[in-house]
């Protein structure tokens, strides 16, 4: 038998679900809630109450402690997209990798992840008793996995908006995405795939942009586009930067691959690619 008190209670949590709508607020925090709810909901155990509810009964989805979306059962609202759940989930962030190149339509592949680039300093939601690999970790919710992808503060650059559907987002811009390509190409399908994406993008590839951001980057990267751009017949001169950088030792073409293959001296990079390494 449903009591006078629990009926009171989903009550308001039906009354905050209608206020919540009504603002446009697909992601909320519970002090956003808090703001919008009833009156009679001011006691905090009535407010947190409602939230368990609400979520128990697929009205909102919990994205990370404090934090909700609506539900595809609300009606008249239409749902967060996974990439302005990213946003949500921390700050800084910008789809990246292999989502970035899907959106820039450098790939025909769908990646089954959102990958999101971060910085080390930001907080990053994490399943309890998970632990990341180095700087990356995976993060579900619902039936999506969020890969978040931290770097150093002064490496997270690159980025541009775009609108998603109603959400304004933060992406990757296709001179990053390709050099994340080259640094981490298992977050982007393969190293194949990067090669490809570079063919993809083609006379479109903003060479000084991408040779500007390569130099903020590390090393290895820097040789590996120079590497890349040269096969494509780029000319040699726009290519100085990138082989004055100094580096100690041969680099893997592909991070990746296994170290053997021929070793290119002009860009110090060993050609780990098929057909080329031998056994």
């Keep these: 038998m449903i009591t006078r008190q629990k009926l009171k209670k989903t009550q308001v949590g039906v009354e905050l679900i209608r206020r919540i709508a009504a603002e446009g607020d697909r992601i909320f925090s519970t002090e956003r809630a808090r703001e919008l709810a009833p009156e009679v909901s001011l006691k905090e155990s009535y407010l947190g109450e409602a939230l368990y509810h609400l979520r128990r009964n697929g009205w909102i989805v919990s994205l990370r402690r404090g934090l909700y979306a609506l539900s595809v059962s609300v009606p008249g609202v239409t749902p967060a997209h996974d990439y302005e759940v990213a946003m949500a989930l921390v700050s800084p962030a910008a789809i990246s990798h292999w989502s970035a190149m899907h959106h820039h339509g450098l790939t025909e592949q769908t990646p089954r992840k959102i990958f999101v680039l971060t910085s080390t300093d930001a ?49 990757t811009d296709p001179e990053r995405t390709l050099l994340d390509g080259l640094s981490m190409p298992q977050y982007c399908g393969d190293f194949a795939e990067v090669l490809h994406a570079f063919d993809v993008r083609g006379n479109e590839l903003d060479l000084n942009r991408v040779v500007e951001y390569a130099s903020k980057l590390d090393t290895a990267t820097a040789k590996r586009l120079g590497w890349v751009l040269e096969f494509q017949g780029v000319d040699p001169a726009c290519l100085e930067p990138l082989s004055e950088v100094p580096v100690k030792g041969y680099r893997k073409l592909d991070p990746t691959g296994p170290r053997k293959g021929p070793c290119n001296r002009r860009w110090m990079i060993q050609e780990n690619l098929p057909g080329k390494v031998t056994a």
């Design 123 to 171: 907080s990053v939601p994490r399943v309890r008793g998970a632990k990341a690999k180095g700087t990356s970790h995976e993060y579900p919710v619902g039936d999506t996995i969020y890969q978040f992808v931290q770097v150093k503060p002064e490496r997270y650059f690159g980025t541009e908006k775009v609108w998603i559907q109603e959400a304004r987002v933060t992406i």
